[in-house]
T-cell receptor, first 118, second 110 residues
Framework: NAGVMQNPRHLVRRRGQEARLRCSPM?????VYWYRQLPEEGLKFMVY????????ESGMPKERFSAEFPKEGPSILRIQQVVRGDSAAYFC????????????????FGEGSRLTVL | AQSVTQLGSHVSVSEGALVLLRCNYSSSVPPYLFWYVQYPNQGLQLLLKYTTGATLVKGINGFEAEFKKSETSFHLTKPSAHMSDAAEYFCAVSPGQLTFGSGTQLTVLP
């Protein structure tokens, strides 16, 4: 059973470039969550998506960040015009039936994508 | 609103000694509580969770945690540390989107 797959594992971008991070949830999971982990900090919730729908984006910065989870293919977190402060590890997690939203289930995490902005 | 406070960003114990990682939470509704572990350059793995029922919860790798409502705590313990326990540990609370603490880095000394 494949777990949550994230790619790339490591990404280096120069200031002003775009970063695209991809996430394929576990088989059978239709709910995807993105979290950001800054150095020496815990994980901060960014966005929760189901197929073709953004359910909760309360943790997403208002500018430059967007996320999608199309009917076909992986979920994508897109960061436009990256700045050095965007350097972080970005984790994707999935769950079946939105169990994390109800609070009774667990999230299954990928290994993360580590973005470095030069 | 909900929040998690993990006391001690770094904890060191000797191999074979008791592990105690502290977590206090704040929640306006009955909480669901989780402990996750993160090994270097990996994602988070669930250690254990409390939803309802028994307040002493047992997890993987010999870890357990006790939900104490009166103290708003959910401390993680393991009777005897092993070198392989060295990792970062995160406490988290819900319902709603999981809110994580800032983590505790556990070092196990030989």
């Amino acid at each position: 059973n494949a777990g949550v797959m994230q790619n790339p594992r490591h990404l280096v971008r120069r200031r002003g470039q775009e970063a695209r991070l991809r996430c394929s949830p576990m088989k059978g999971h239709s709910h995807v969550y993105w979290y950001r982990q800054l150095p020496e900090e815990g994980l901060k919730f960014m966005v929760y998506l189901q197929k073709e729908n953004i359910i909760d984006e309360s943790g997403m910065p208002k500018e430059r960040f967007s996320a999608e989870f199309p009917k076909e293919g992986p979920s994508i977190l897109r960061i436009q015009q990256v700045v050095r402060g965007d350097s972080a590890a970005y984790f994707c997690a999935s769950s079946p039936q939105g169990s994390a939203a109800r609070g009774t289930g667990e999230l299954f995490f990928g290994e993360g994508s580590r973005l470095t902005v030069l | 609103a909900q929040s998690v406070t993990q006391l001690g960003s770094h904890v060191s114990v000797s191999e074979g000694a008791l592990v105690l990682l502290r977590c206090n939470y704040s929640s306006s509704v009955p909480p669901y509580l989780f402990w996750y572990v993160q090994y270097p350059n990996q994602g988070l793995q669930l250690l254990l969770k409390y939803t309802t029922g028994a307040t002493l919860v047992k997890g993987i790798n010999g870890f357990e945690a006790e939900f104490k409502k009166s103290e708003t705590s959910f401390h993680l313990t393991k009777p005897s540390a092993h070198m392989s326990d060295a990792a970062e540990y995160f406490c988290a609370v819900s319902p709603g989107q999981l809110t994580f603490g800032s983590g505790t880095q556990l070092t196990v000394l030989p």
